[in-house]
């Protein structure tokens, strides 16, 4: 396994439209988790899945933002009506126990 | 909300001085984890560390936690070009973690 895999790496869009980023975790991680970065910042958490039950969000997480994890393996992350202020690196992580997360190479958007 | 600070943003230092990047949370801390990030890369997870006044050591790389559980220090010694990124510490809150900004090396040879 080469670790956590992230599609597309980078997305440009026009505001308004949809868009669905992909995460593959590493294989035997059943927890796996979403951030966005900007620049100058940290990763900023956004939300979180053991297997495939989301069991946590972050207040921050806009209602346009929607995550899922069908069976456990791979989530995908989508966000409707696009906004600029949405333009951002999206990182996924995946751990096997809360403490180390490994993180992917991350989808960057970029809102026109 | 739970807030981690991280000094100082940038610094410079020339090769084989040593560095040290300072981070404190709002909150008491289960445990708190390090990270570094390459420019253009990825966050890389360092260490975890869990016990109250911990100390733990990877070659040149020090970390600390605090006694009360709510500051901590990562301390390179003679630093190399190689360890040129953002240093990130992160405080877990439940399951997120909520990173600091970060601390930004660059190393002059």
């Known amino acids: 396994d080469t670790g956590v895999s992230q599609d597309p790496r980078h997305k440009i869009t026009k505001r308004g439209q949809n868009v669905t980023f992909r995460c593959d975790p590493i294989s035997e991680h059943n927890r796996l988790y979403w951030y966005r970065q900007t620049l100058g910042q940290g990763p900023e958490f956004l939300t979180y899945f053991q297997n495939e039950a989301q069991l946590e969000k972050s207040r921050l997480l806009s209602d346009r933002f929607s995550a899922e994890r069908p069976k456990g393996s791979f989530s995908t992350l989508e966000i409707q009506r696009t906004e600029q202020g949405d333009s951002a690196m999206y990182l996924c992580a995946s751990s096997s126990y809360i403490g180390a997360q490994y993180f992917g190479p991350g989808t960057r958007l970029l809102v026109l | 909300g739970q807030q981690v600070m991280q000094i100082p943003q940038y610094q410079h230092v020339q090769e084989g001085e040593d560095f040290t990047t300072y981070c404190n949370s709002s909150?008491?801390?289960?445990?708190i984890q390090w990270y570094k990030q390459r420019p253009g890369g990825h966050p890389v997870f360092l260490i975890q560390?869990?016990?109250?006044?911990e100390v733990k050591k990877q070659k040149r790389l020090t970390f600390q936690f605090g006694e009360a559980k709510k500051n901590s220090s990562l301390h390179i010694t003679a630093t190399q070009t190689t360890d040129v990124g953002t240093y990130f510490c992160a405080g877990q809150a439940g399951t997120a973690l909520i990173f600091g900004k970060g601390t930004t090396l660059s190393v002059s040879s």
């Open positions: 909150t008491t801390l289960s445990n």
């Open positions: 560390l869990v016990k109250s006044g």
